[in-house]
């Protein structure tokens, strides 16, 4: 928990906060765990900014300064390598005519930070419009890209029937490079995120070198919000989320910030962006920040301001460790409840009229994985049980149910 701590306090703090952070970490010479739980969650380039800021790296001795720069320069070079990739690949789209927008890290790489080295990026997540799927897949294919994903029909019936926050996508891969074509952000997805929205209101970018067509800002911000909430806040991504959002409100919250909220509002994430805003501005003072959550403290309706204070706890409490089971928040939204049963049972009983049958009737490994399968749920009953024994924190996982449960 104290390494989580200081690494958020690092990530997310102003000058002040990440000073305080890097006392206590020396103190308790900590620092190889710091920095590499930063590499983890991505977001070693936001601890290197604040280390600069605070001259802390010259404190270091000379093996851990080489360790950090030799990771800061490994990274770059893997963001810089991707962003080229994203380039080629929307080149080979656009000679199909098909028009991809990149999303998520290259998008913040292009609007926010400017360079590669600023935000680590792992893939290339694309959007395109749903009926552009086929010679898209055809003009990667033939460029040597697999696609990884499950048979067609049956992964996106998967997606429609599953307990969690899917989006629509397939998964492509050449030379270790993860292409992730969307074109639907979940079964239900926001109104300002739509995939012809967000390729009407992309925009070009010249990145080191490389042109690449990105989400425009306020889609780039409500896709941070989107991403986090999807997966139930996550520590690991929610800290890199929450970095992106507070640069993007030091950058354009002073041009676009309304249209953000606006646009928030319209496609029910406002609560999260809020309790996103708040997890920041409790570690950073900045005039823009600060500007960002007092309007949306100020255009939110009432419930939604409650929703955002309960869904920020929430946050709190997975950055310090304490996350509760997937499916307790499953428990407390009914309609995912449902989809959680319904959908292994549709399956099961597909893949049991297809499979063999053993002497007594029962498909092959049935009998083997029962035991392990009703261990398992007891297992889980009881994790769920303790959960919700914690009377102080139900208010916050049913505010991420509920969430949720708007995009299923």
């Known amino acids: 928990m104290f390494v989580r701590t200081a690494l958020v306090r690092l990530a997310l703090g102003d000058d002040a906060v990440a000073a305080t952070a890097i006392r206590v970490i020396a103190a308790a010479d900590r620092w190889p765990d710091v920095l590499q739980l930063a590499v983890l969650w991505r977001v070693l380039p936001q601890v290197y900014d604040a280390l600069g800021r605070c001259g802390a790296v010259d404190g270091f001795d000379a093996e851990l300064r080489k360790r950090l720069r030799g990771q800061l320069f490994a990274q770059a070079l893997n963001s810089a390598s991707v962003l080229r990739t994203c380039a080629r690949v929307q080149d ?28 680590m990026v792992a893939d290339v997540d694309l959007v395109i419009e749903a009926d552009r799927l086929v010679p898209a897949r055809t003009a990667l294919e033939a460029a040597g890209f697999a696609d990884v994903s499950p048979p067609f029909e049956s992964h996106v019936a998967a997606i429609g029937v599953s307990r969690y926050l899917h989006n629509y996508a397939r998964t492509f891969v050449r030379d270790g490079i993860e292409i992730d074509l969307h074109w ?157 049963i319904v959908g292994p049972l549709l399956r099961s009983a597909r893949r049991g009229r297809s499979a063999p049958e053993d002497d007594d009737g029962r498909p092959p490994g049935v009998r083997r994985a029962l035991l392990v399968r009703i261990r398992g749920r007891l297992e889980q009953a009881g994790r769920i049980g303790r959960e919700l024994l914690r009377f102080e924190r139900v208010a916050s996982y049913r505010a991420v149910a509920r969430a949720q449960s708007r995009f299923h």
């Open 184 to 340: 639907q952000f979940g079964p239900r997805p926001p109104a300002a995120l739509g995939a012809r929205r967000i390729v009407e209101r992309s925009v070009e970018a010249n990145v080191e070198r490389a042109n690449v067509r990105v989400s425009g800002p306020v889609e780039t911000a409500l896709i941070a919000a989107h991403h986090a909430l999807r997966n139930s806040f996550p520590a690991a991504s929610t800290a890199k989320d929450a970095a992106d959002l507070a640069m993007w409100w030091q950058r354009f919250g002073d041009v676009e910030g309304e249209a953000l909220i606006v646009a928030a509002l319209e496609s029910r994430l406002a609560s999260s962006l809020l309790a996103l805003g708040r997890v920041i501005a409790q570690r950073n003072s900045s005039a823009a920040i600060a500007r960002g959550v007092a309007a949306m403290e100020t255009l939110l309706p009432r419930a939604e301001r409650r929703e955002a204070e309960r869904l920020r706890a929430f946050v709190e409490h997975n950055l310090h460790g304490e996350s509760p089971d997937d499916a307790t928040l499953e428990l407390l939204a009914p309609a995912v409840f449902t989809r959680s």
């Open 92 to 119: 080979l789209l656009a000679q199909a005519g098909v028009v991809s927008v990149a999303i998520k890290g290259i998008a913040t790489i292009a609007t926010i930070y400017g360079s590669a080295s600023r935000r």
